[in-house]
């Protein structure tokens, strides 16, 4: 069985996999203070609960975007799991071609997602990640990473409302019944929930006059769900579109192997 790990800047996804198939996934909070036996036991207290056993793990795949947490993770796998894991970078074969002018920047999740959307949908593809930062990647219908835009996500914009003002206070982010709001929280929540769909939209917008007006986008994120559905631009809402990536980008280099 395959063991996945997305490092993210507020959570680490861990997916199972037999095969091709996704058994289990789980998220924890990313903790760059933590130690190699602190994740340790946590990812086994975790497959302990779901009735699956660690000595089932023949292989593990990180991608990271905490540099800081990668040698944690891959500590982890060869105390725990008894396992070399691959990690996504400079000499792990992924079947895309980069196009970004420096490719060591675009970090290894966008990548990630990228090669997974274009292997379920095609081509030309924009990939839209609903997570810290809010990141919109364009791949190209012959599947080359093109490159895209950043922008800060709904999260880091409502707590920067609460941190940068003396009177405003911290908020539920969820879709205000009017956009006209009657109190200070209703016309927070108004302002970034459908401040957050015009950023979300126009960007799609422009990035479609240069891919091409039949582009799909696809979503992903710990706020897409909430979102997607709100957008008649989004086509599909893949939660753990990272987690295949590393899937596939482990099954086109373990081929390469053999």
Not at 35 to 42: F, H, L, N, R
Not at 207 to 216: C, D, N, V
């Amino acid at each position: 069985m395959l063991l996945a790990f997305d490092v993210g800047n507020t959570t680490i996804a861990i997916g199972l996999f037999r095969g091709r198939k996704l058994v289990k996934s789980w998220k924890i909070k990313t903790d760059s203070g933590k130690t190699s036996d602190e994740y340790g036991v946590t990812f086994l207290n975790l497959m302990q609960v779901s009735g699956l056993a660690a000595s089932k793990i023949t292989a593990a795949i990180i991608s990271s975007v905490v540099p800081p947490l990668t040698p944690v993770i891959e500590e982890v796998c060869r105390t725990y799991f008894a396992t070399t894991a691959s990690v996504v970078g400079p000499g792990l074969k992924t079947g895309m071609p980069i196009l970004y002018e420096t490719p060591l920047d675009v970090g290894a999740d966008r990548i990630t997602a990228a090669v997974a959307a274009f292997e379920k949908y095609g081509g030309p593809v924009i990939i839209l990640d609903f997570g810290t930062a809010t990141t919109f990647d364009a791949v190209s219908a012959k599947g080359e990473y093109l490159g895209g835009a950043i922008a800060p996500g709904i999260q880091i914009s409502a707590e920067a409302l609460y941190l940068k003002t003396a009177k405003l206070p911290r908020i539920e982010l969820r879709k205000p019944k009017r956009a006209i709001g009657r109190t200070t929280v209703s016309s927070m929540q108004s302002g970034l929930y459908f401040g957050y769909i015009g950023l979300v939209t126009k960007t799609i917008e422009e990035i479609r006059k240069e891919l091409g007006p039949k582009a799909r986008v696809v979503a992903t994120g710990g706020y897409g769900g909430q979102v997607a559905s709100e957008l008649a631009e989004i086509d599909a809402y893949e939660p753990d579109l990272v987690l295949e990536g590393l899937r596939i980008i482990h099954d086109r280099n373990r081929d390469v192997r053999d």
